[in-house]
């Protein structure tokens, strides 16, 4: 069976905070995001240009999951641009030992797929590194939107 790419970061934060920071998605992610990341049937859209994904929450448990489904996307550097299309981005969220950790599941997003390395390098810059910053000092390293 083939794994889902994930990501795990922790920060010494509430898991409310945590839960918070993760769905401002354009102060991590990508400045031009547009919408709300935060309850059940919230959309957002995350804008780079020639790539765009629309994104709607599906599942949200406060401070503990919140589950984003992709409705559209255009991937342009893919022979599929559809290709992200109906897989789920899954945050769970959970202290232990007195730290927050923050684990990303993108589920669809498998070895199998062309975008796995390149989504993979991204996920790991944009999780791993600009939510953990923005987590840690407040702050992250979101793109400006430029593909």
Same mark, same amino acid.
């Given at each position: 069976?083939?794994? +889902?790419?994930?990501?795990?970061?922790?920060?010494?934060?509430? *898991?409310?905070? =945590?839960?918070?920071? $993760? =769905?401002?998605?354009?102060?991590?992610?990508?400045? &031009?995001? *547009?919408? &709300?990341?935060?309850? !059940?049937?919230?959309?957002?859209? !995350?804008?780079?240009? &020639? *790539?765009?994904?629309?994104?709607?929450?599906?599942? =949200?448990?406060?401070?503990?999951?919140?589950?984003? %489904?992709?409705? +559209? #996307? %255009?991937? %342009?550097?893919?022979?599929?641009?559809?290709?992200?299309?109906?897989?789920?981005? $899954?945050?769970?969220? =959970?202290?232990?030992?007195?730290?927050?950790?923050? @684990?990303? *599941?993108?589920?669809?997003? @498998?070895?199998?797929?062309? #975008?796995?390395?390149?989504?993979?390098?991204?996920?790991?810059?944009?999780?791993?590194?600009?939510?953990?910053?923005?987590? @840690?000092? +407040?702050?992250?390293?979101? +793109? %400006?939107?430029?593909?």
């Amino acid at each position: 069976m083939l794994q +889902d790419y994930q990501r795990t970061v922790s920060a010494n934060v509430s *898991t409310e905070e =945590a839960y918070n920071k $993760i =769905a401002r998605v354009s102060d991590w992610w990508n400045k &031009k995001s *547009t919408g &709300k990341a935060r309850e !059940v049937g919230d959309t957002f859209k !995350v804008d780079f240009g &020639k *790539t765009w994904v629309d994104f709607k929450v599906v599942e =949200a448990v406060q401070n503990q999951r919140v589950v984003w %489904h992709v409705e +559209d #996307c %255009h991937l %342009h550097f893919l022979n599929d641009p559809k290709e992200w299309k109906d897989t789920r981005v $899954i945050w769970d969220v =959970a202290a232990v030992n007195g730290t927050t950790t923050v @684990t990303m *599941t993108h589920a669809g997003l @498998t070895p199998a797929v062309e #975008c796995f390395e390149t989504c993979k390098a991204g996920w790991n810059f944009h999780v791993g590194e600009s939510l953990r910053m923005l987590l @840690t000092e +407040d702050h992250g390293l979101p +793109d %400006h939107g430029r593909t």
